[in-house]
């Protein structure tokens, strides 16, 4: 099922609404969702320096990520920074987590060619859809393998920017289970 990326970006943006609760009482949407991907048969080819003109600059949100124990979703303030040249960004990741616990972390975009390997949690991924649009507003998804919670599992990386919004999905996949979305930002520019 194909929806318009304006309706991916709306149904992920529902998510960060939703109250940390126990997985038994979860919506179904925390699984479902990132199975469902925006048509992208338009649009520009990927180019390292629309990418980075798009992304580049400072970031605040929140992080809503699924905890591997309890299954609850938690959210924590974050802010993050995107630099570097446009071939090569860096995203640096800075999380509140609770009085005096300050977390850092970094993820880095690499363009070889025409294939962009996004490394998160140490595991490449391969862009297998990009498209811009007006402005700064892009939509790309990469795909690949990687662990998650000690499994081998299929990644899924969406993301999505829209005006001064910022939305970068993780989803994984157990074979022959379905897409569980891991961690969500939402991010807002603040320069």
């Known amino acids: 099922m194909h929806i318009s990326v304006l309706g991916a970006a709306a149904l992920l943006l529902c998510l960060f609404n939703i109250p940390v609760q126990a997985a038994d009482t979860a919506p179904p949407q925390w699984a479902e969702a990132a199975s469902v991907l925006p048509d992208l048969t338009a649009g520009q080819p990927a180019s390292a320096p629309r990418l980075g003109e798009a992304l580049a600059g400072q970031w605040r949100g929140t992080l809503t990520y699924r905890d591997y124990r309890s299954d609850a979703r938690v959210v924590l303030p974050t802010s993050a920074g995107i630099t570097g040249p ?7 990741f800075v999380y509140d987590d609770g009085p005096g616990k300050i977390v850092r972390s970094s993820d ?11 490394e998160q949690a140490g595991a490449p991924l391969s862009v ?3 498209r811009s649009g007006d402005g700064d507003d892009l939509t790309l998804v ?9 499994a081998e599992v ?11 919004t910022l939305t970068i999905s993780r989803a994984t996949r157990l074979p022959g289970q379905p897409w569980l979305l891991r961690h969500v930002y939402h991010l807002t520019r603040t320069k």
């Open 86 to 92: 446009s071939a090569a960004l860096v995203i640096d």
């Open 108 to 118: 880095r975009w690499a363009l070889a060619g025409d294939t962009l390997q996004m």
């Open 128 to 130: 297998s859809a990009y």
């Open 142 to 150: 990469a795909l690949g393998t990687g662990r998650d919670n000690g």
């Open 154 to 164: 299929a990644v899924r990386a969406v993301v999505l920017r829209r005006g001064d």
